[in-house]
């Protein structure tokens, strides 16, 4: 077994060589479609098309401001914007079904109404009900840019309260929480729907598309017909395992992205008319609703929806038996969203970033990172330090890069900036708990070679930061109490799931402060040792426990007040928008989308948002199953490069836990680590910290990123040797050339 095993290892990296050099530096190889959704697909500017810009009667002028004018119907409380800039005018609702629209009257009602709700009944039975099919009470009172509404579903006994105003990026829109009342114990608020045809199309009527957040970022295109069955739903943030309990695994199944930035667009004539919405409060119980058009209407629509209360299933006997039932208490969280407008050439994900960047910008969220070094790019090299294999009735420790050996291989490397992890530093390495102090396995050396160590790579513009899991509590370890220390399910089981090939529990906010305050007081007494903080930053999880209960939008609070309290030098793995502004750096970031067919196009929405502002590395390319299209898509949307490296070869950890890092000898990888870096610094180290002002796919298959200081990447996807205005880009390669003074 161990013999296959070893020449299975081989093999791959075989495999994975032939795979770099076939492509990136020259030799012939065969290219992806540039036509799939994997890519970006060719745009031009068409205006030969018509929508509905007139304003009926029952729209009176609320709001005027510089650049907009606010309408309103105060009868379904539909709004229209008109943009001065240019004239457009946006429809938050459809004002009239024509013979085409394939329409139900529920359908109908949800189009024409301004707000809808579904409720559950005492069965925890949920139906949707709209202003236009439902008896309600709609009191409108004018406010400072805008209006104030409450309205009341009088059937089933609730109300809400909702402020719209005009503002000068667009328009706002805010649901209090306290305003919502229950007065009919037999109905509970499950989902508030706002606003869900707010710029909706027809078929394929309009040029145009809808953006979401997946990944790098998605296109759906509009069309007559789409290959989606039913209504796509994303929910911000992830799903949370305080509502499921656990999480599928299986190592085979790469899991979809988790929308991390609470944000969508849409598209109406490219480079003529968009916008984006922007959620600012209660994205973590909202979620993106997506229609295209050919599933159960002909529009194509996208909104966000806010959830209260959810049904689920409760176990009463070990058999499986239960019952249905609703959460005892709603989700406590104020809703603000923001309708962002843009126009002419903003008028596409570029622009569409570029604006979210500015708004996080203007918020704080976003900060520049000063590096430096300007005159080369960073690399991550994740180094595993320790690991423990079983022998017998005990564990004993494994040595598998020691802190001096990692010191070797950084000065062989000789790169400049490196992002430098250790995971697995904690005594008995990567599957133990970590400990409170800042205490190194024995085997790898001390506290005092470690901090040598993080000043070197300091004084060579790089960074050393431990890698550490503040939620996860290992399966079978030390380090916590199973009472005291674990967050529960609604169900009442305590949460699981499984993270770099180890079963875990999950620990609730108390632990996790306790522990990351212990550890970091002692941390950030050597200055140049950070930590790279995993799971933390994107799973993000309601606790159930009695008497300890807490939901997701607190949890988000309370995460950002304990490293705030304790902050120093700080990376984050794929963190979601609301830890961007305590990161230094940005881990594993996606380089493509989650696949979805009904998508028409990936493109790099979060790297042009966080472009100019903060490094961002890849996932590591030695585990990457086509090197040679992962390499070039970095080059594309500016990503650096990762490495996950080992001084012992694969085999000496394979009875372990870190058995998934199948490659990572850095004698096989020496060569592949220094061409890459060679070939991207030369590509990328002219644009450092500069922010992606355009990007134009120039024929399929050819795009050109262009940044603020006029430089651009010029990135061939396809076979064939191709040339762009004097500049030659070889197959399956990449240029650089300046286009601006």
Known sequence: MDKLKRFTQAFIIICLVLSLFGGVFGVSAQGDNPSANQFTQMDSINTDWVIDQTIPESYQKTAENDTYLLYLDYTTFGFKVVDKRSGYVWHSSLDEKLEEDKLNKSW??????????????????????????????????????GVECKLTFTDFGISLSMILKLEPDGVSIEVPFDLIQETNPAFRLAVLHLYPFF????????????????????????????????????????????????????????????????????????????????????????????????????????????????????????????????????????????????????????????????????????????????????????????????????????????????????????????????????????????????KIDNSLGSSEELLTLANSIFANGGNLYLYYDPQAALIGEGGYSKRYDLAMSITIVELFGYHRGKPNNYLNVDAISSNYSSLTQDVWNYETIGLALDEIGYNLYSDFKSGNFINRESTIQRYREIIAENYNSLAFYSPNAYMFDFMKAYFDMPVSNSGYIYTTDMVPFLQIVLAGYVPFYGKALNFSSDVKMDLLKHVDFGVYPSYFLTHEPTARFLKTNSNWIYTSGYEQWEEEVKATYSWMNALLAPVIGEEIVAREVLQPGVVATTYANGKQVLVNYTNQTVQIEGTTVNALDAALREVLP
């Open 108 to 145: 109908e009602a949800f189009a024409k109404s301004g707000i809808s709700i579904n409720y559950l009944d005492s069965k925890a039975a949920s139906k949707r009900i709209s202003i236009m099919n439902a008896e309600h009470e709609l009191i409108v009172t004018p406010i400072d840019m």
């Open 199 to 438: 710029g909706a199309t027809r078929g394929g009527s309009v040029p145009g598309y809808m953006f979401i957040p997946d990944g790098a970022g998605s296109l759906i295109r509009f069309a007559d017909t789409t290959k989606a069955r039913n209504m796509l739903y994303y929910r911000y943030y992830g799903q949370d395992l305080g509502m499921l309990g656990s999480v599928p695994w299986d190592p085979s199944v790469n899991p979809p992205y988790i929308i991390s930035l609470p944000v969508f667009g849409m598209v109406h004539g490219y480079k003529q008319n968009a916008f984006i919405t922007v959620i600012e409060e209660g994205a973590s119980y909202a979620e993106i609703q997506a229609h295209p058009s050919g599933i159960l209407t002909n529009f194509n629509f996208i909104y966000n929806a806010f959830i209260y209360n959810q049904s689920y299933f409760q176990p009463t006997n070990r058999a499986g038996a239960g019952v249905t039932t609703i959460q005892q208490q709603p989700n406590r969280y104020d809703v603000k969203m923001h309708y962002r407008f843009l126009t002419q050439d903003e008028s596409d994900y570029v622009g569409m970033a570029q604006n979210y960047q500015r708004y996080l910008v203007d918020k704080g969220i976003l900060k520049k990172t000063v590096q430096s070094d300007m005159e080369n790019i960073g690399i991550r090299l994740e180094f595993l330090g320790a690991e423990k294999e079983k022998v017998l009735l005990w564990t004993r420790s494994i040595p598998v890069t020691t802190i001096s050996q990692m010191e070797g291989i950084l000065k062989d490397l000789q790169v400049h900036n490196p992002e430098v992890i250790y995971y697995g530093w904690q005594p008995q390495g990567a599957a133990s708990m970590p400990p409170r102090s800042l």
